[in-house]
């Protein structure tokens, strides 16, 4: 198909990214010719599908509640204008792939997308009135590399429903909608929990979001706890709260979703490598969690955090007896060993850490994974690790920390005998 041409509004179209042409809608990515910015061009037709032009008016509110969203993980509101057969809207382009691309996730990644999608859900439903998504699925949450999360397609939000501004344009995606949303009833903030939930499970189960009609059963309820068997019993109770097909039985918010997943431990206590890590906070760490050791000369890494802000960390090892000691090499027979780590440069916000342990034959060993919330920029945790020489083996062990999905460190550590 013919790619329209926007130069004359100043927009070069680049390529398709996806359509709903029944609809009248087709999203494009395209260059800012002034700025030379990507964004995302969204078209809608009207003329073409017979829509009614009298709906515009409607759509014009819609965009000014689009334009009050501010949020780093919802991509702004630009710009609009009208075309002889309907108007685009301009907003901002994330460059990442939605969960909808084939990957395989693991559990703590899963829990990881979860509480950004509810930090996100949060922000909405704090607004007044509250703003509820209304087709958030796979293919409507972008994540990349590092694990940034990124809501997109809201259609255009609508003030209507009561006191709760509905998405308009983009009537839900089976599977993914509640029941409440199906017999077209009020919607509350727990519908896009349901949503959610569903999602996760998606991930999860590796089910395509095409096929979750499959976990479904006759009752309308999301069978999914039989291909899990690896998840911790408090995590399945939390997604079969989420996706409870009565609203009244999940979460009420996104907020109490998200204090109920945060401390949670995702895997199952036998599917768990056999030992953990504990993790005593520093001073400007809040928030209980395990995390794990090993023992590494001092590293410093440069990376990215969430907001693409730069940030540092230093990661010493000593034993207890001698807190000051930072050796290269570690006696199985000292039996215990702290890990430090100092992060500095980090925005105040919550992040999920996870640190794990694996030993000279590459065998996981010890894993674990904490949420901490720096104070002043600066995050301190001291993590230890207890040796047990008749489970344990020398040679060299290789130790990962993680910040929000992104491994910010990896060192390789000789571990003794003797």
């Known amino acids: 198909m013919t790619q329209p041409d926007f130069t004359n509004y100043g927009y070069q179209i680049n390529l398709e990214l996806g359509h709903n042409r029944a609809g009248g809608r087709i999203t494009y990515q395209a260059t800012e010719i002034n700025t030379q910015n990507s964004v995302v061009v969204k078209q809608f037709q009207f003329a073409r599908t017979g829509s009614n032009w009298a709906d515009y008016d409607a759509y014009e509110r819609e965009i000014q509640v689009l334009k009050a969203l501010d949020h780093p993980s919802i991509p702004r509101y630009l710009d609009s204008f009208q075309t002889p057969s309907g108007f685009c809207m301009i907003q901002e382009y994330k460059n990442a792939p939605s969960l909808a691309t084939p990957r395989i996730w693991q559990p703590h990644q899963v829990k990881q997308i979860a509480i950004a999608v509810l930090e996100i859900l949060k922000y909405l439903q704090n607004r007044i009135p509250p703003v509820i998504h209304r087709d958030l699925k796979p293919e409507n949450i972008l994540v990349d590399s590092h694990l940034n999360v990124s809501l997109v397609d809201f259609g255009f939000a609508r003030l209507g429903g009561g006191e709760v501004a509905v998405s308009s344009v983009v009537k839900g995606t089976l599977g993914f909608m509640p029941p409440e949303q199906m017999f077209n009833r009020q919607l509350t903030t727990a519908s896009d929990l349901y949503s959610l939930g569903a999602t996760l499970i998606c991930l999860l189960t590796d089910t395509k979001s095409t096929e979750i009609g499959n976990l479904i059963d006759d009752n309308g309820k999301i069978n999914f706890k039989a291909k899990v068997p690896h998840l911790s019993e408090a995590f399945i109770q939390w997604l079969e709260k989420m996706v409870e097909p009565h609203y009244k039985n999940r979460f009420k918010s996104a907020e109490a979703a998200l204090d109920a997943v945060i401390p949670i431990e995702v895997l199952r206590p036998s599917f768990a490598p056999k030992k953990s890590l504990w993790i005593k906070l520093g001073m400007t760490a809040v928030s209980v969690g395990i995390l794990m050791s090993m023992g590494m000369n001092y590293l410093e890494i440069k990376s990215q955090s969430r907001q693409k802000s730069s940030y540092s960390s230093s990661i010493t090892v000593n034993l207890p007896s001698e807190p000051y000691y930072n050796p290269s090499q570690i006696v199985m027979g000292d039996k215990k060993i702290n890990f430090n780590v100092t992060l500095s440069n980090l925005k105040s916000d919550n992040y999920l850490t996870l640190c794990q ?62």
């Open 357 to 418: 342990l694996s030993n000279s034959s590459g065998k996981l060993v010890a894993v674990g994974q904490s949420i901490l919330k720096p104070t002043d920029g600066k995050l301190v945790a001291e993590c230890g690790y207890q040796f047990n020489p008749r489970e344990d083996h020398p040679g060299d062990w290789r130790f990962e920390f993680f910040l929000d999905g992104q491994k910010t460190a990896e060192k390789t550590l000789t571990v003794l005998s003797n």
